[in-house]
């Protein structure tokens, strides 16, 4: 109950084209979905994050989509462009409770 | 730059030996965690230290142990290593104890040869 897939494992996008990662969760208790980038040799560096109390979120090229009951959110990155190829991962947390459960990523190339 | 440093960025060492790994958080940050990063159990929690206290632990071996020092710096020990043991691993801090906005640094690398 505590895992979060994400899919699908690797894409490849054009520049200038819309990416999209999908994420879906079991655990009804989880309240926060952060989604991470991450460059190779890098820590994730957090991108956007999501509380089920909206449905959209958006920050420039980026927009968290969430839909509470399918129990799946997703991440678009539109106007892709090669900077943005990187390893997303998404995850999932539940307030009170400290650890973060991260999706297995996404490997995002973006063509030039 | 995320503000939360790692030492080494590298580290090789043999099978049986023991290692520890340094975080030193973002400024102002209580809570620290570790994450172990590998290709095919991806990023996992392993322990959180918030103000010098244990406060929740995920998958971490009893080979592994942490602590958070005074000075809020952590130390992850790993002992009796094994060829499996070969990871990333994370160090992360927050400002509360609360996971939201982690902040991760950029890992240490050990191989186990």
């Known amino acids: 109950q505590q895992q979060v897939k994400q899919s699908p494992q690797s894409l490849i996008v054009q520049k200038g084209g819309i990416s999209i990662i999908n994420c879906a969760y079991e655990?009804?208790?989880?309240?926060?979905f952060p989604w991470y980038q991450q460059f190779p040799g890098k820590g994730p560096a957090l991108l956007i994050a999501?509380?089920?109390?909206?449905s959209e979120k958006k920050e420039g090229r980026f927009t968290i989509s969430f839909n509470k009951s399918a129990k799946q959110f997703s991440l678009h990155i539109m106007d892709s462009q090669p900077g943005d190829s990187a390893t997303y991962f998404c995850?999932?947390?539940?307030?009170?409770?400290?650890?973060?459960?991260f999706g297995t990523g996404t490997r995002l190339l973006v063509s030039p | 730059d995320s503000g939360v440093t790692q030492t080494p960025k590298h580290l090789i060492t043999a099978t049986g030996q023991r290692v520890t790994l340094r975080c030193s958080p973002r400024?102002?940050?209580?809570?620290v965690y570790w994450y172990q990063q590998s290709l095919d159990q991806g990023l996992q929690f392993l322990i959180q230290?918030?103000?010098?206290?244990?406060?929740a632990k995920g998958n971490i071996l009893e080979r592994f142990s942490a602590q958070q020092f005074p000075d809020l710096h952590s130390e992850l020990n790993l002992s009796s290593l094994e060829l499996g043991d070969s990871a990333l691993y994370f160090c992360?801090?927050?400002?509360?104890?609360?996971?939201?906005?982690?902040?991760f640094g950029q890992g240490t690398r050990l191989t186990v040869v």
């Open positions: 992360a801090s927050s400002r509360q104890g609360s996971n939201t906005e982690a902040f």
């Open positions: 655990n009804t208790a989880f309240d926060y």
């Open positions: 999501i509380r089920p109390d909206v």
């Open positions: 995850a999932a947390s539940k307030t009170g409770f400290q650890k973060l459960v």
């Open positions: 400024s102002g940050d209580l809570s």
């Open positions: 230290y918030y103000n010098g206290e244990e406060r």
